[in-house]
């Protein structure tokens, strides 16, 4: 699924906002106050954009992304007598062939 802009949000929010209250707010009192929550939501979306760039330049999201990966180097075991890559579950070797 792709990922919504907050920009968009607060764009198309003001849009609707701004529309429904020129032409007639009594009938669309609805729209108004939706487009008013699109760019409630479009603001939250750029504060916790610049909050998770924050993070990950000061490291705490790159320690999370290296546990993950020490964590999924655990699926993989390597040849004893080439050294190459193979899954837990394979017992030959699919470059050299030998027995693990």
Do not use: P
């Amino acid at each position: 699924m792709a990922k919504i802009h907050g920009l968009v949000y607060i764009a198309v929010g003001l849009f609707v906002s701004i529309f429904s209250w020129k032409v007639n707010y009594e009938k669309f009192v609805f729209f108004f106050y939706a487009g008013l929550v699109f760019v409630f939501v479009g603001v939250m979306k750029l504060i916790f954009g610049l909050i998770k760039r924050k993070m990950s330049k000061t490291g705490e999201v790159q320690h999370i992304t290296s546990v993950q990966s020490q964590h999924q180097a655990h699926h993989y075991k390597r040849c004893h007598k080439c050294g190459n890559i193979m899954k837990m579950h394979d017992r030959f070797c699919s470059r050299c062939g030998a027995k693990v």
